[in-house]
């Protein structure tokens, strides 16, 4: 009787997993053709909706990790600038930069219409149509602009770190506009957009140049035009060191988010899951590349200081992820390691150098993004697949393989000249945008911050971010500076 009861439920179970089968057997056979693209082209929309919000949410992995590399003085000012960052980038990106970017080319250097997504959507007839994105047809216009709007968001993210803790909160604002409309699409309509890079077969599957060098050199420039911290030089007129991270919980759960939002991030940009193998290829590399940056630069660090540097590794993982970003299509993943571990010594190398010059990054931005950014976009030229890297029309795809790998120095060539072009459009860019904000008095935060010994927190946002353990005198120094009413503030802490 026993045996009897057990057998039931499983017959039972049988014959409803057969049913099921059965009944989508049926249903896969009658689908036409029709009713398969529906499908396929939902399930990419889901695919990249889904990503694109993990790219957005890499703003507060961005945001985290700068606040606690910096001191906690400028903290308020550093989350406002990140959050505030992406609500700007989305109306700039919205009227100009989407169509900058992806609009009819001019001469392959930028788009000349669909501003204010003019194309996306049209009404007829008390009904609604939207248009699907033309390189990618299982996409509507609207689908693939919020994923390029989370990618915009990121470059001029870049930016705030590395001049974290003296811009003016006006000044962050504009700039932060202007990359989104301008200075980002433009560089992106050349390499995704269907422009003269493109033209040439440069490769950047997922924005080590169109994102990370774009956001890198911008912040470069933009530091060097600031000038460092005050306090960077000493009472004795010696460069300092640059001070410890005020919170390293912030900074590793930054991290940590920004490498969950790049599994968005990089197998997103393969904009549809017709290829499982690409995908399962792209967020292969993508954990390597990290891995590797992670490795390489903590044990630099140890040999150089004989401690396990957290900060290091921190910075060694973003530097492997922003070196694999472009090729992570187009390599092996034993390729994948190897330049993610030469990321992670480049971002330590590229860190001194900045401080040598005596530019002040406080995140190392430019070191993470700049420096690791044409890393990533060179080694394409030395590691590229053959059958995973492709040529334009007329050329022989063979030439296409990295050096390494018998394709001759043909590709290399071309990412070398895409890398220096964006690298020169970006620089003189940069160096007009902030000149003309340096011009009118936007660029620094008011010289009372100095003069008077306030932190920027209180003078720019009256707010701290830790307010129970803040002198009152400190916070009532700010409020009085920024109304006018200077007044000398005992100053004191990080």
């Known amino acids: 009787m026993k045996k009897r009861n057990r057998l039931l439920p499983r017959l039972l179970a049988i014959g409803i997993a057969s049913l099921i089968l059965a009944t989508s057997g049926i249903t896969a056979h009658a689908q036409g053709p029709t009713e398969a693209g529906a499908t396929q082209a939902a399930v990419d929309t889901v695919w990249v909706l889904l990503t694109g919000f993990l790219v957005f949410f890499m703003q507060t992995g961005f945001a985290m990790l700068e606040t606690g590399l910096i001191r906690r003085?400028?903290?308020?000012?550093?989350?406002?600038?990140?959050?505030?960052?992406?609500?700007?980038?989305?109306?700039?990106?919205w009227a100009v930069g989407f169509g900058i970017a992806f609009g009819t080319s001019s001469g392959g250097l930028f788009g000349t219409d669909n501003f204010f997504l003019s194309g996306a959507m049209s009404f007829s007839d008390g009904a609604v149509s939207y248009a699907k994105f033309g390189a990618y047809p299982n996409l509507d216009v609207l689908t693939f602009f919020f994923f390029q709007f989370a990618f915009a968001a990121t470059a001029s993210t870049i930016t705030t770190g590395a001049m974290a803790e003296r811009t003016d909160f006006v000044g962050d604002l504009i700039y932060?506009?202007?990359?989104?409309?301008?200075?980002?699409?433009?560089?992106?309509?050349?390499?995704?957009?269907?422009?003269?890079?493109a033209q040439q077969g440069f490769h950047d599957f997922a924005g080590s140049t169109v994102v990370h060098t774009v956001g890198g050199i911008t912040a470069i420039v933009g530091a060097a035009m600031l000038g460092p911290r005050k306090f960077r030089w000493g009472k004795d007129g010696k460069w300092q060191p640059l001070p410890p991270a005020h919170n390293l919980g912030l900074a590793t759960i930054g991290t940590m988010i920004l490498w969950f939002g790049w599994f968005g991030f990089n197998p997103g940009s393969t904009l549809g899951t017709g290829n499982t193998g690409l995908i399962g290829l792209v967020t292969l590399n993508t954990t390597l590349g990290a891995a590797g940056g992670t490795l390489s630069c903590m044990f630099l660090q140890y040999l150089r200081s004989k401690k396990w540097d957290l900060v290091y590794s921190l910075n060694g993982s973003l530097a492997g992820l922003v070196a694999i970003t472009a090729g992570c299509?187009?390599?092996?993943?034993?390729?994948?390691?190897?330049?993610?571990?030469?990321?992670?010594?480049?971002?330590?190398?590229?860190?001194?150098?900045?401080?040598?010059?005596?530019?002040?990054?406080?995140?190392?931005?430019?070191?993470?993004?700049g420096a690791c950014g044409i890393w990533g976009t060179l080694a394409i030229g030395l590691f590229g697949q053959p059958g995973l890297t492709f040529a334009p029309a007329g050329v022989d795809v063979a030439t296409r393989a990295g050096l390494f790998l018998g394709g001759g120095a043909n590709l290399l060539v071309v990412q070398l000249i895409g890398s220096l072009a964006t690298i020169a459009f970006t620089a003189v860019f940069a160096v007009i945008m902030f000149g003309a904000l340096k011009a009118i008095g936007r660029l620094h935060v008011s010289k009372i911050v100095d003069d008077v010994n306030v932190f920027i927190d209180d003078f720019?946002?009256?707010?701290?971010?830790?307010?129970?353990?803040?002198?009152?005198?400190?916070?009532?120094?700010?409020?009085?500076?920024?109304?006018?009413?200077?007044a000398a503030a005992p100053a004191s802490g990080d």
Do not use: C, Q
Request: net charge negative.
């Open 73 to 93: 003085t400028a903290a308020v000012n550093a989350l406002l600038e990140n959050f505030i960052d992406a609500a700007v980038t989305a109306v700039a990106f």
């Open 329 to 369: 299509a187009f390599v092996a993943p034993w390729a994948a390691i190897l330049i993610g571990l030469v990321g992670g010594i480049l971002v330590v190398l590229a860190a001194d150098f900045i401080e040598r010059i005596r530019i002040d990054d406080p995140v190392g931005a430019f070191a993470v993004h």
């Open 460 to 486: 720019e946002h009256g707010a701290a971010i830790l307010p129970d353990i803040r002198p009152a005198a400190s916070v009532e120094a700010g409020h009085a500076a920024a109304s006018g009413k200077v």
């Open 176 to 197: 932060s506009a202007i990359m989104g409309a301008i200075s980002y699409p433009v560089i992106v309509h050349w390499v995704w957009g269907g422009g003269w890079l």
